[in-house]
């Protein structure tokens, strides 16, 4: 079994900054491609940012230039890191992950969403 823990969500004012993490945990046998969406009210799920293994990066176009995604293999943990926060940004972002388990499976895997609210 595998689950996929966010944490770092919360309340925060425009101008200001957010680190989200993702920890991977279960039978994993290697981690794959990594992302981060969101979904904000009355809106469809769209793609922050992703990241694959050996590093390489996407964004999405709103997003450029104010957050950072990173991933630390040996600690299958994923992280965001949020600068600049408008309150367009407030949504409910979500950990994805394609990986591998022992068994040889091959799956996509999301976490249950953490909340982050940028308000004055």
């Known amino acids: 079994q595998v689950q996929l823990v966010e944490s770092g969500g919360g309340l925060v004012q425009p101008g200001g900054s957010l680190r989200l993490s993702c920890a991977a945990a279960?039978?994993?046998?290697?981690?794959?491609?990594m992302g981060w969406y969101r979904q904000a009210p009355g809106k469809e799920r769209e793609l922050v940012a992703a990241?694959?293994?050996?590093?390489?990066?996407n964004y999405g176009d709103s997003v450029k230039g104010r957050f950072t995604i990173s991933r630390d293999n040996a600690k299958n943990t994923m992280y965001l890191q949020m600068n600049s926060l408008k309150p367009e940004d407030t949504a409910v972002y979500y950990c994805n992950a394609r990986l591998t388990t022992w068994s040889q499976r091959y799956l996509e895997v999301w976490g249950q969403g953490t909340l982050v609210t940028v308000s004055s």
């Open positions: 990241i694959s293994r050996d590093g390489s990066t």
């Open positions: 279960g039978t994993i046998l290697m981690l794959d491609r």
